[in-house]
């Protein structure tokens, strides 16, 4: 088992940038894929970004390609999530995510979940 403990939200006005961080508990946290998802108010959980175990692989929501970019560490048990060029419509939660298996971008796959970190972007 992994918990999940994102960090890094917070207000930014629009055009500005954020990093967060997903710090993960437990010896095997290389053995996991591990995603970022967002949900914003009233609408349901969305896909972000993955990266593969070893970080070797990515993939991105088309929404946010060009503006976002998901790195791990695997020594210091962390994945991160660098938005850059931040609009209004990427106020939301953040929530990274863990799974068994390979590179997926459905929220269902995941196994493993933080509690989020809160985005705001001001217009």
């Known amino acids: 088992q992994v918990q999940l403990v994102e960090s890094g939200g917070g207000l930014v006005q629009a055009g500005g940038s954020l990093r967060l961080s997903c710090a993960a508990s437990?010896?095997?946290?290389?053995?996991?894929?591990m995603g970022w998802f967002r949900q914003a108010p009233g609408k349901e959980r969305e896909f972000v970004a993955a990266?593969?175990?070893?970080?070797?692989?990515?993939t991105y929501a088309n929404s946010l390609k060009g503006r976002c970019k998901i790195s791990r560490d695997n020594d210091k048990n962390t994945v991160y999530l660098q938005m850059n060029s931040l609009k209004p419509e990427d106020t939301a939660v953040y929530f990274c995510?863990?799974?068994?298996?390979?590179?997926?971008?459905?929220?269902?796959?995941?196994?493993?979940w933080g509690q989020g970190t809160h985005v705001t972007v001001s217009s």
């Open positions: 437990g010896r095997t946290f290389s053995s996991y894929t």
């Open positions: 990266i593969s175990r070893s970080g070797d692989s990515t």
């Open positions: 995510a863990a799974r068994w298996g390979p590179l997926n971008d459905y929220a269902s796959t995941y196994n493993y």
